[in-house]
């Protein structure tokens, strides 16, 4: 499947997590189209079989302002190229916020949800207070994620 991941960072840690999650997704005999910072068109123009969203968490429960163009587009124009389309979300956080714990992911996770995208897996939540290295971390989800995919295929 070609699965379209874009990313939502501050300090870089979800771009570290999706370029891991892209290098095991490719492994597993999927295509991939990577996106650090993007605006609509260019990802519907990828044509995505499938979504994978990663987003940190930042203020007090917001998106990064580098996911806030695309969030913010995807959710003006809910495009049906996307409705329908299995997808899943990465969510980074700290657990230290308390009530805004991977608030961001939570937001891309009812934007999918707004979109139509079929949540193949629930939100996986990355605590930086937990790990350093949350790009391994994520293995077994992204390994289970792309085994979904595979199922749909
Ligand atoms: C100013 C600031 C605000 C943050 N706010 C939240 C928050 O509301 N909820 C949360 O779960 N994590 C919060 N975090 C933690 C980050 O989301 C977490 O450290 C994440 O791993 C950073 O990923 P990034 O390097 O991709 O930005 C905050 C971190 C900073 C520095």
New binding site residues.
Partial sequence: MKVVVF???????????ARHAVARLEAAGHQCVYFRRTALAPLLDAQPDALLGI????????L?DDLIPLYSELRASLPAALRGLPGAVI???????DD?????GELLRELFEELGVEQVQPMLR???CETVT?ETDAEPWVDAFAEQLKARA
């Avoid at 990313?7 to 997590?17: F, K, M, N, Q, R």
């Avoid at 969510?91 to 916020?97: P, V």
């Avoid at 805004?100 to 961001?104: D, E, K």
């Fill in positions: 990313s939502g960072t501050v300090y870089g840690a979800a771009e570290d997590v987003t940190s968490t930042t203020g007090l429960g917001e990064p969510g980074l956080g700290d657990t230290s916020y805004s714990f991977c608030g961001g990355l605590d930086a949350p």
